[in-house]
Structures are given as structure tokens and as C-alpha cells.
């Protein structure tokens, strides 16, 4: 499985329209060669350069696993609850230095059901043990 970001710049740097500086908005993403027996696919972007701990910025769940390509400023999907407790995506604005920001996508061999607004951490739970395969990508954005 392969997961792209078709607007970064040179270095795999985020373009501001995507961070605080900008339109704030989330970024398109593309993904390929998602195994057969996926049922559903799970997208999560993070932080793990946040000062106190690893800061989660955008999850999406329950992603048919035909769609092979995420809209910038994706609503389509269910979202769950970021590190500031809200629903969707929150834009990177690094309180100093460069950061790295982690995308994920996960294919599972289950829908999850789960209501929108769940944790990372509920997510992760109900991921346990139907993994089937992930793919990462790494962004760099410094304000």
C-alpha cells in the first residue's frame, strides 16, 4: 500500500495553504494498492515533534476501501476528535522549529460502526488485531 500527498513541495514540505498560516484546511491524499480483503481504511495525521506529547491533528474512519483518493478540505468521511478535543482536522502551527507530521492510512478487514468524534485512542482499539496493512507518509512544515 502506498499513501501520497500530490501538493507537497520540495523536501516533503506541507504548503502553508494546509497549515495555520494559510487556509487551514486538510490536504489531499492518495492512496494505492490497498489489499483485496479491506474492508475499510483509517486515516490519522500526527505530531510526534508537539512539545508535551504526540499531537494528533486529523482522523478519518471509515473510508470505503475503493476510494483511492482523499479530497483537500475532506468532509466525506466520518472524523473523529483531535488533541484539542474537536472534531476534524486542525492545521499545523508549530510553536517553534520544524516539525515532521506523520500521515497513516490503515487497511482493516472491518468497518469500524463507531459514532464520529471518537478518540485515536477508541480507534486503536477497535483496530487491534485487524490490521492488514498500513502506509506512512512524512511532511515537514515550520512556520
Known amino acids: 500500500m502506498i499513501l501520497e500527498c ?10 502553508v495553504k494546509y497549515t495555520c498560516k494559510g487556509e487551514g484546511i486538510s490536504p489531499p491524499l492518495r492512496i494505492k494498492n490497498v489489499p483485496e480483503d479491506t474492508k475499510s481504511l483509517v486515516v490519522v495525521m500526527l505530531d510526534p515533534d ?4 504526540t499531537f494528533i491533528h486529523w482522523l478519518l474512519y471509515d473510508i470505503p476501501p475503493d476510494v483511492d483518493y482523499i479530497e483537500e478540505n475532506e468532509k466525506r468521511y466520518k472524523q473523529g476528535r ?10 499545523p502551527c508549530p510553536p517553534w522549529g520544524e516539525h515532521r507530521y506523520i ?10 460502526n463507531l459514532k464520529e468524534g471518537v ?5 486503536k482499539k477497535h483496530m487491534k488485531d485487524h490490521i492488514i496493512q498500513s502506509a506512512e507518509l512524512v511532511t515537514l512544515f515550520k512556520k
Open 50 to 53: 508537539a512539545p508535551l506529547k
Open 6 to 15: 500530490p501538493v507537497l513541495e520540495k523536501g516533503n514540505r506541507l504548503p
Open 82 to 91: 483531535n488533541s484539542l478535543f474537536r472534531i476534524g482536522y486542525f492545521p
Open 103 to 112: 500521515f497513516t492510512v490503515y487497511a482493516i478487514d472491518k468497518e469500524l
Open 119 to 123: 478518540t485515536f485512542r477508541r480507534i
